[in-house]
């Protein structure tokens, strides 16, 4: 079984990952989702286990000492982590994953595993991204604050990854990263090569 590969979505808060992602996965139902750790109080609209793990300082602290994060960074004052457990066993049986984490985690992730493909999600505009964290209506005004502060910085980031899509709209969008993953499983590398050259070629002939 050829190994899978790490998909890694960043993007200021609010440009519209989480829709995207969901989006993608309508119309990829064999995308596995990465569900990250945080000790970020959890929104009305969150599961425990579905959208994250949400933990305590403490724990959050003992799983870094542990090893237990392929990587983990602080968004606006809380600890955002990937478990490495559920990501080295996908990736084990073939699967792409997806991740939705910051620019900090995502170069620690270029560090670890510089084969994951990593797409920046832009916001069409600034004033829009502000309407799209107000609309969403899950941030304090002083969470939407830090968030947009953070915004100019992140966009920077951008330009060490390898593919960028700008979020007009949700489909156009969804339709580009399934493009872009449907690419990328093409790639040589991440073909199972000679299997299809048994199929096609017979396994006496190689
Ligand atoms: P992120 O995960 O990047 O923080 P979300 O996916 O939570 O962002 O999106 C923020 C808000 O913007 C949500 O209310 C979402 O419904 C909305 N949104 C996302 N993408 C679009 C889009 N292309 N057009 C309009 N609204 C969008
Ligand atoms: P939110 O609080 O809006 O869910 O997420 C805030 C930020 O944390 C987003 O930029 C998101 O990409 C990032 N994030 C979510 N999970 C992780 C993670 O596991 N690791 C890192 N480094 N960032 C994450």
């Given at each position: 079984?050829?190994?899978?590969?790490l998909?890694?979505?960043?993007?200021?808060?609010?440009?519209?990952k989480?829709?995207?992602?969901?989006?993608?996965?309508?119309?990829?139902?064999?995308?596995?989702?990465?569900?990250?750790?945080?000790?970020?109080?959890?929104?009305?609209?969150e599961?425990?286990?579905?959208?994250?793990?949400?933990?305590?300082?403490?724990?959050?602290?003992?799983?870094?000492r542990?090893?237990?994060?392929?990587e983990?960074?602080?968004?606006?004052?809380?600890?955002?982590?990937?478990?490495?457990?559920y990501?080295?066993?996908?990736l084990?049986?073939?699967?792409?994953?997806?991740?939705?984490?910051?620019?900090?985690?995502?170069?620690?992730?270029?560090?670890?595993?510089?084969?994951?493909v990593?797409?920046?999600?832009?916001?069409?505009?600034?004033?829009e991204l502000?309407?799209?964290?107000?609309?969403?209506?899950?941030?304090?005004?002083?969470?939407?604050?830090?968030?947009?502060g953070?915004?100019?910085?992140?966009?920077?980031?951008?330009?060490d990854?390898?593919?960028?899509i700008?979020?007009?709209?949700?489909?156009?969008?969804?339709?580009?990263?399934e493009?872009?993953?449907?690419?990328?499983?093409?790639?040589?590398?991440?073909?199972?090569?000679?299997?299809?050259?048994?199929d096609?070629?017979?396994?006496?002939?190689e």
């Amino acid at each position: 079984m050829k190994r899978g590969f790490l998909v890694i979505l960043s993007g200021p808060s609010g440009a519209g990952k989480n829709t995207v992602l969901d989006a993608t996965m309508d119309r990829c139902s064999d995308l596995q989702y990465s569900v990250s750790a945080t000790t970020r109080p959890r929104r009305k609209s969150e599961q425990d286990g579905v959208d994250y793990f949400f933990l305590t300082e403490e724990e959050f602290q003992r799983r870094v000492r542990a090893g237990e994060f392929l990587e983990w960074a602080e968004f606006c004052g809380h600890s955002y982590g990937t478990p490495l457990a559920y990501i080295e066993e996908c990736l084990e049986q073939g699967h792409v994953v997806v991740m939705d984490i910051d620019i900090e985690g995502a170069r620690q992730v270029k560090d670890k595993m510089p084969e994951a493909v990593f797409v920046f999600l832009l916001p069409p505009t600034m004033a829009e991204l502000e309407n799209r964290l107000r609309g969403r209506s899950t941030d304090s005004d002083e969470a939407i604050r830090q968030r947009l502060g953070k915004a100019l910085e992140e966009l920077k980031a951008g330009i060490d990854y390898d593919y960028v899509i700008l979020n007009d709209k949700i489909a156009k969008s969804a339709a580009k990263l399934e493009a872009i993953i449907t690419a990328e499983r093409c790639r040589v590398k991440h073909s199972e090569y000679f299997e299809l050259l048994e199929d096609i070629v017979g396994r006496n002939r190689e």
